[in-house]
């Protein structure tokens, strides 16, 4: 998840040529922060998985990470899973919106793409891929085990407009059923941090 802020700026430049290296400082201890305007009856990352087997050790600007996540959000094993990331940037007192982003209405089927940029730098690193392909992000009780890995946090040769300032990044989650309607108890998370410019 930690991965998806990086993976969005890594989108963030497109058309301009100047190449800029950045180090990202992640605002909260605990990596993830409660929306501050999340939808009603949405739950935060940690009230749908429990990360107290998860290990993460930040040493300078490298997050290693290993054990486990036990997924325990409870929707059905036959949901539809949705997903949607904002990119959000903060200016003179507010968050203000920007194009960045994208959605997919079937999360489980691209979790393993890897094309996907949390393929490579996440679900690649999950070790029991056979029962996570199936059960994906539906819980209860389902564990994603992860090999020791690494996270750099930082952004090389980044080619796009200058970032500054506050970021954050705001994941939606929903479990849809078989007519479509959506559980009541979507996930909503943000990641907040700051692009520190490097040279
Ligand atoms: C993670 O789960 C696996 C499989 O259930 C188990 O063997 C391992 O001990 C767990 N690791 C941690 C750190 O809880």
């Given at each position: 998840m930690v991965i998806m802020i990086v993976v969005l700026l890594l989108l963030y430049g497109v058309a301009s040529s100047w190449a800029t290296d950045y180090e990202l400082l992640l605002e909260d201890p605990d990596i993830f922060s409660t929306c501050s305007e999340g939808p009603p009856g949405s739950i935060n990352i940690r009230q749908a998985m429990n990360f107290d087997d998860l290990v993460?050790?930040?040493?300078?600007?490298?997050?290693?990470l290993s054990?486990?996540?036990?997924?325990?959000?409870?929707?059905?094993?036959?949901?539809?899973?949705?997903a949607k990331l904002d990119f959000f940037h903060y200016n003179r007192g507010s968050w203000e919106p920007t194009i960045f982003g994208m959605a997919?209405?079937?999360?489980?089927?691209?979790?393993?793409?890897k094309h996907q940029y949390w393929y490579k730098y996440w679900t690649k690193f999950i070790a029991n891929r056979h029962e996570v392909e199936k059960k994906c992000l539906r819980g209860p009780r389902t564990v994603l085990v992860h090999e020791p890995f690494d996270l750099i946090l930082k952004l090389e040769n980044f080619n796009?407009?200058?970032?500054?300032?506050?970021?954050?990044?705001?994941?939606?989650?929903?479990?849809?059923?078989?007519?479509?309607?959506?559980?009541?108890?979507?996930?909503c998370l943000e990641i907040r941090g700051e692009a520190l410019k490097l040279k």
């Open positions: 993460v050790d930040q040493e300078a600007d490298t997050l290693h054990g486990n996540v036990t997924v325990i959000w409870d929707v059905q094993p036959t949901d539809r899973i949705t997919t209405q079937n999360f489980c089927s691209i979790m393993y793409d796009g407009p200058l970032l500054r300032g506050r970021l954050k990044m705001v994941v939606l989650f929903n479990a849809v059923d078989e007519l479509n309607i959506p559980r009541p108890n979507p996930i």
